[in-house]
């Protein structure tokens, strides 16, 4: 049987359509993503997922915890000169004792010792207010409880993605929208966001000062920024998800909020990241004909969440029209589908 943990990969071209003039050869890039962390530094004692060979029962596969993922991580940047390592939010809230009674520090240590490169906020990131967020960002002492580790805390050495969240009394982002990450001369950027109803599922206190705006808007607006500056590659890191059926090694249907939200994307975007509902995604959804090609992956609940990796083909050509990849559950590009992983 296929472990869960075995991960899906899928070649995704990200370029315009051919033009007579030279175009530069492909860059490969490999996309490491997690999402829902939630302070889980130990494992679990695993998942239960079906039996390959037999529906009628289950299996348990060891899951979760830091040091696993840590491991997991290295070894699939292992001959990927480029690579990158991203999550789609709450990485903390809601956390065991271990990382919550320290605030979190410790799962912010543990996924800058891992080398996370960038975040979207979730709306657990909001569970003690924007200041307390922005600590985790930037480092420095609880207000109440000080600094309790063996070092100051220094704050995250990944960068935290806020594209709906406006400040109101400066009308900016709490966080930069987005950034862009170059790979042998190819910019990709990544856009980061929380769902739009984050202020329902926080306190009022937590939300205070706060603007969360829709979704599909947000990035699209951040799109018509980035289609102005020359970037092609567009990765939105969203925390919102879908409902899936079946199993996570199935490819049945899939309801929720993101089925709208993506739907309502510019095409430029490329790959949807996705997080919230703590459902594992591996299934294929097909697009309205305008929509074909966009991949969306969500790894899972906490206990089963382990990085899963992503390989896109960047190439940067020269031309106006734009021409979307269009990959099946297996990669192929025969068929019309979008994969959500």
Request: hydrophobic share 40%.
């Amino acid at each position: 049987m296929k472990s869960i943990l075995r991960l899906a990969l899928a070649a995704l071209a990200l370029s315009a359509a051919p033009a007579a003039a030279q175009t530069s050869a492909p860059v490969d890039l490999r996309i490491l993503a997690i999402n829902d962390f939630h302070g889980y530094l130990r494992p679990s004692p695993g998942i239960r997922i079906s039996d390959s060979n037999d529906k009628e029962k289950n299996v348990l596969v060891p899951a979760g915890g830091s040091e696993r993922m840590a491991t997991l991580v290295r070894e699939l940047r292992e001959g990927h000169q480029n690579n990158i390592f991203v999550a789609a939010g709450d990485l903390i809230g809601a956390s065991p004792f271990l990382s919550a009674l320290f605030h979190d520090e410790p799962t912010i240590e543990s996924m800058s010792m891992m080398g996370l490169a960038l975040s979207a906020v979730g709306n657990h990131e909001f569970d003690e207010g924007k200041d307390e967020l922005l600590r985790m960002q930037n480092g420095g002492c609880h207000p109440i409880d000080k600094c309790q580790g063996p070092h100051p805390f220094t704050g995250a050495k990944f960068h935290y993605l806020a594209a709906s969240t406006i400040v109101k009394d400066t009308g900016k982002t709490l966080f930069p929208p987005y950034e862009i990450r170059t790979f042998d001369g190819i910019p990709v950027a990544f856009i980061g966001l929380t769902l739009k109803g984050t202020p329902s599922i926080i306190s009022p206190a937590s939300a205070a000062g706060l603007e969360f705006r829709d979704e599909a808007e947000t990035v699209n607006a951040q799109v018509a920024e980035l289609k102005a500056k020359g970037i092609e590659a567009i990765v939105v890191l969203i925390h919102e998800g879908g409902l899936p059926t079946g199993d996570y090694n199935e490819c049945p249907g899939i309801s929720g909020p993101i089925v709208d939200i993506v739907k309502k994307l510019d095409k430029a975007v490329d790959i949807v990241i996705s997080g919230h509902t703590h459902q594992g995604l591996c299934l294929q959804y097909r697009w309205p004909a305008r929509h074909l090609g966009r991949q969306i992956r969500h790894a899972g609940h906490r206990d089963r969440r382990q990085a899963r990796s992503r390989d896109a083909r960047c190439h940067q050509r020269q031309g106006r029209q734009r021409h979307r990849p269009q990959l099946d559950c297996e990669g192929s590009r025969a068929d019309r589908a979008a994969r959500i992983l």
